[in-house]
């Protein structure tokens, strides 16, 4: 007779919203908070939780190392700057992803002046990787990049 797996246990999970741990690395300007990882869910590979930024607020310049990550625009309008010195835009809605590959610094901006931006973030690895930047955004680069993945807003 083998052991069959206990999935009562082991199965499905589900992390209320007023669970959430913000006992996770910070970034100036946002709040990031845990939903799937090893302490509430038992995940080995994914980390997701919620991201919120006040209205016209902006992050510090940061990366996230070797993960990858994965960012859902719940409510709300983020303007992404990245590159060496920022000097890239683009913007993204509510019902649209935003992709961040591994070393990219990056910054996020909540566009909008009267709303916060909610989003939910999910990373490619439990390590905790957030290196803050001193990065100060070129202030030339006022207008957003078209292109493929990048629509005009």
């Not at 902006?58 to 990245?82: D, N, P, Q």
């Not at 590159?83 to 649209?96: M, Q, R, S, V």
């Amino acid at each position: 007779m083998t052991n069959q797996p206990n999935w009562r246990d082991n199965g499905v999970r589900i992390v209320r919203g007023s669970e959430l741990d913000t006992n996770t690395p910070q970034t100036p300007g946002m709040t990031r908070a845990a939903a799937i990882n090893q302490a509430k869910a038992g995940a080995e590979k994914l980390w997701a939780g919620t991201v919120n930024i006040e209205p016209d607020a902006k992050t510090g310049a940061h990366h996230h190392g070797e993960l990858e990550s994965v960012i859902y625009v719940l409510s709300g309008r983020a303007r992404m700057r990245w590159g060496d010195k920022l000097e890239y835009i683009a913007e993204a809605a509510a019902g649209d992803f935003i992709y961040v590959p591994p070393y990219v610094p990056h910054q996020e901006i909540n566009a909008d002046p009267d709303q916060p931006l909610i989003c939910v973030l999910v990373r490619s690895d439990q390590e905790a990787i957030v290196v803050n930047l001193d990065i100060e955004a070129t202030e030339s680069s006022d207008t957003t990049w078209i292109g493929p993945n990048h629509p005009n807003p």
